[in-house]
């Protein structure tokens, strides 16, 4: 049975959970394995601004990649009859010192869109760098595809070691902090099946923090 966690939506935790304030260094073997015996996964979060989210219900969400930028860049500049070449896109990456491999999940949508939400507005810092590079403004990101939040229902076995660890600490404290909003995030590197997809959702107001914290409506 699919037993799924949610930040957002406050899922019940057991009562061992918000009893007592959690250190870095303390041993919390138990309530790890409290959590994993009431939980199969946790729902996370990727926020993106695709041309289409076609790919991402054939593909699911790819780790970042050279050849996966550079497409992207490329698909980009032919919405915007902008003629780059893939050769080009490539040594602009050379010279950033471009590295691979990795994506990351949030844990909290509403956090991500409040102070992030570059992904959502612009497509990722990456992209921004690329086409600023190329002597192209960020704001025509603006003008190609449409913000979206990605809703992922993520295995706890997909998840490592010591982000679990640290995920039931956040979760913890947070309870103890009546914290509203996490900032915690999810390494991962290998790419999400599309099967892990439950939901896409365009969200109308995002904060851009690369134009003094305006707010961004779509």
């Known amino acids: 049975m699919t037993n799924i ?13 918000g009893k007592d304030y959690i250190d870095n260094e303390d ?16 729902k ?4 993106c601004r695709p041309i289409s989210i076609e790919s991402y219900r054939d593909n699911g969400i790819k780790i970042g990649s050279t050849e996966l930028l ?18 080009k896109i490539h040594s602009v990456l050379n010279e950033l010192g471009y590295r691979e491999g990795n994506l990351y999940l949030a844990l909290d949508d509403n ?4 102070n992030a939400g570059h992904y959502a507005i612009y497509g990722s810092e990456r992209l921004i ?7 192209i403004s960020k704001e025509k990101l603006k003008t190609v595809g449409k913000p979206t939040v990605i809703h992922i229902n ?6 490592y070691t010591e982000d679990l660890r640290s995920l039931v600490i956040e979760i913890n404290n947070s309870i103890i902090d009546m914290n509203k909003f996490s900032n915690f995030a999810f390494l991962q590197n290998k790419s999400i099946s599309p099967n892990l997809i439950c939901e896409f959702v365009h969200p109308n107001e995002i904060v851009n923090w690369h134009c003094d914290r305006r707010i961004y409506r779509v």
């Open 70 to 87: 550079i497409k992207n860049a490329n698909d980009i500049l032919n919405k915007l009859n902008i003629n780059i070449t893939k050769n």
């Open 27 to 42: 041993n919390i073997d138990s309530l790890i394995e409290i959590f994993m015996n009431n939980y199969s996964h946790v």
């Open 129 to 135: 760098a690329v086409f600023e590079r190329l002597g």
């Open 5 to 17: 966690y949610s930040w957002k939506d406050k899922s019940f935790l057991p009562t061992p959970f």
């Open 111 to 114: 956090y991500m869109l409040k």
């Open 154 to 159: 993520l295995p706890i076995e997909s998840i």
């Open 44 to 47: 996370a979060y990727h926020l």
